[in-house]
Each structure stands twice: as structure tokens, then as C-alpha cells.
């Protein structure tokens, strides 16, 4: 998934003509700690893009690697829509946050091509939130 997010990203800011900096927050979810190292490092070697300052992802942001069992990270789906619709949506609200990309992370699992041995691909969606 890192690699569909790092690609989204680029695309988004490369269409734009923005730059990282114009958001408060990067928020991707779910890579967790390996696939959000991952990115860093796709989009820094592919891009000369650095989005470490204002990245968080849900995974991270929703456990604790030190004191949970988590691996890497959690459930995609669950992390993003708990940690967007709860807490970024409230510092929203306050106006802690203006202007949040939202990039929604996921694998599109196929029982049938992992049988025969076909790698999963990762798939990413980027929102612009901006209040």
C-alpha cells in the first residue's frame, strides 16, 4: 500500500502545483510503522519529496507499538475511519486543523490470485479537507 500512497501523493501535489507544507496534516491509513517508513523512503529516493513533518497515520496514531501487540499496524479500514471521524474531525471543528490530505490506504485481496501466486495490489484515494 505504501507504494499506491506515495504514487497518489506525488500525483496529487505534482496536479496541484502545491507543496506538503500547505496542509496541517498528511494522514494515511493505514501503513503503520513499516509502510509509512516505506513511503518516506519512496517518495524521498523517486521524488525528492519529504512529507515527515506533517505526516500521521491512523495506525500510529490509534496504537501504542510499545505497549500493544500491533506489529506494524491495524486494520486499514477501521484505523482510518475511526481516527478521521473522531479525532481529525473534532480538531477540525475547533480549528486546530484547516487543510488535511486524506489518503485512504488499502490492498485489494483476491483469494483467487494469491493462490496462483499474483501479487496484492495496493490501491489509494486522496481527500482534500479543508474548513
Not at 64 to 83: I, K
Not at 94 to 115: C, D, N, Y
Not at 118 to 126: K, L, Q
Request: aromatic share 6%.
Amino acid at each position: 500500500m505504501a507504494p499506491a500512497a506515495a504514487r497518489t501523493i506525488y500525483d496529487f501535489f505534482s496536479d496541484t502545483g502545491m507543496k506538503p507544507q500547505e496542509f496541517d496534516m498528511i494522514l494515511t491509513g493505514d501503513l503503520g510503522f513499516t509502510g509509512s517508513n516505506l513511503l518516506y523512503e519512496i517518495l524521498q529516493k523517486e521524488h525528492s519529496m519529504n512529507i515527515k513533518a506533517n505526516h500521521k497515520d491512523c495506525g500510529l496514531m490509534i496504537f501504542d507499538l510499545d505497549e500493544q501487540d500491533v506489529n506494524s499496524g491495524g486494520s486499514g479500514c477501521g484505523c482510518s475511519g475511526s481516527v478521521l471521524c473522531s479525532h481529525i474531525m473534532k480538531r477540525m471543528e475547533r480549528g486546530e486543523l484547516k487543510r488535511v490530505l486524506f489518503i485512504a490506504t488499502g490492498a485489494l485481496m483476491s483469494p483467487t490470485s494469491s493462490k496462483q501466486g499474483n501479487p496484492i495490489p495496493g490501491i489509494a484515494h486522496a481527500v482534500w479537507l479543508e474548513v
